[in-house]
């Protein structure tokens, strides 16, 4: 079975700094990659995913991750943050095979502070 | 361009009674899923349906009951609402249910007090 550590349940930042949400997984297979968003009060909503082929994956609001394989990891970053980014983050895994069901980290809130 | 839609919204309960969560969507999905958020335990599966006529239990699935009325709906019921079951609850649909790659499209959630 699959699962997802995400390492900072909370990561206060400076509006306009750089950010780096963390995130590795534990599977014996290959498997599929993705990032969540939930901003206040609003289901959540995906950022960026990774299924194969190049290992930085570019997703929206300016937020992109790099899939390590060795390190089994999947960073999420953000070069510039804004108020606006204020929101929890959720890292999750599939596999490629097997089960399709996504298995959720516990999430990080990100805090942007002006 | 709804997606996945929940009914109510809110909803505050007495220990003991009973409700059913409402969730359909008009993507066309084949796959449905109830999951629960709790504070610093991220999202937990309740329930799921892979398909139309088919529906299996998830990682928490005591206390709820649930029932995949037609390919649009999937509704959650507590029969015997516990203060534990305090929590905001969310539907989420899938367009297949056979490959990981696939994303989950969620609704915006229910939030549920049982005093």
């Known amino acids: 079975a699959q699962s997802v550590t995400q390492l900072d349940s909370q990561v206060p930042v400076f509006e306009e700094a750089p950010v780096e949400l963390r995130c590795n997984y534990s599977?014996?297979?290959?498997?599929?990659l993705f990032w969540y968003v939930q901003y206040p009060n609003q289901g959540l909503q995906l950022l960026l995913k990774?299924?194969?082929?190049?290992?930085l994956v570019k997703g929206i609001n300016g937020f992109e991750a790099e899939f390590n394989k060795s390190q089994t990891s999947f960073h999420l970053r953000k070069p510039s943050v804004h108020i606006s980014d204020t929101a929890e983050y959720f890292c999750?895994?599939?596999?490629?095979?097997?089960?399709?069901?996504?298995?959720f980290g516990r999430g990080t809130s990100l805090i942007v502070h002006p | 361009n709804a997606g996945v839609t929940q009914t109510p919204k809110f909803q505050v309960l007495k220990t003991g009674q009973s409700m059913t969560l409402q969730c359909a969507q008009d993507?066309?999905?084949?796959?449905m899923y109830w999951y629960r958020q709790d504070p610093g335990m991220g999202l937990r599966l309740i329930y799921y349906?892979?398909?139309?006529?088919?529906?299996d239990k998830g990682e928490v699935p005591n206390g709820y009951n649930v029932s995949r009325l037609n390919k649009r709906e999937f509704s959650l019921r507590l029969e015997s609402a516990a203060p534990s079951q305090t929590s905001v609850y969310f539907c989420?649909?899938?367009?297949?249910?056979?490959?990981?790659?696939?994303?989950?499209?969620f609704g915006a959630g229910s939030r549920l007090t049982v005093l």
């Open positions: 989420a649909s899938m367009s297949g249910a056979t490959s990981g790659a696939n994303v989950l499209t």
């Open positions: 599977s014996s297979v290959s498997v599929y």
């Open positions: 993507m066309n999905h084949n796959s």
């Open positions: 349906s892979a398909s139309e006529g088919t529906t």
């Open positions: 990774y299924l194969s082929g190049s290992t």
């Open positions: 999750a895994v599939s596999l490629s095979g097997g089960s399709y069901i996504p298995t």
